[in-house]
Nanobody, 125 residues
Framework: QVQLVESGGGLVQAGGSLRLSCAASGRTFSRYAMGWFRQAPGKEREFVAAISWSGGSTYYADSAKGRFTISRDNAKSTVYLQMNSLKPEDTAVYYC??????????????????WGQGTQVTVSS
């Protein structure tokens, strides 16, 4: 099991930027694919972005393409989500996820996926 702790959320105006971080511990971070998900009030959790264990492959939800960038630093056991041009509809709790299988992260996680506790992102108009 991987323990995940997100940080970097906050309140930002529309058009602004935030960088989320997710620090991992407990297992060999470099063996895990990582992802970011979000859940807005009254809505289901949705996929945002994924990155393979090496960082060589990334995948984004349509809502994130061109605005968000996922990256990782295996030496620091940390994955990042750089969010630019933020919109009010990006307001949500953002969760970090870890799984041995990249495809499972892309598909929304499964029984083997570890999750962080989330960090709130609020974008004001």
């Amino acid at each position: 099991q991987v323990q995940l702790v997100e940080s970097g959320g906050g309140l930002v105006q529309a058009g602004g930027s935030l960088r989320l971080s997710c620090a991992a511990s407990g297992r060999t971070f470099s063996r895990y694919a990582m992802g970011w998900f979000r859940q807005a009030p009254g809505k289901e959790r949705e996929f945002v972005a994924a990155i393979s264990w090496s960082g060589g492959s990334t995948y984004y939800a349509d809502s994130a393409k061109g605005r968000f960038t996922i990256s990782r630093d295996n030496a620091k056991s940390t994955v990042y989500l750089q969010m630019n041009s933020l919109k009010p509809e990006d307001t949500a709790v953002y969760y970090c996820a870890a799984d041995r299988t990249y495809r499972r992260v892309v598909e929304g996680g499964g029984s083997g996926t570890d999750w962080g506790q989330g960090t709130q992102v609020t974008v004001s108009s």
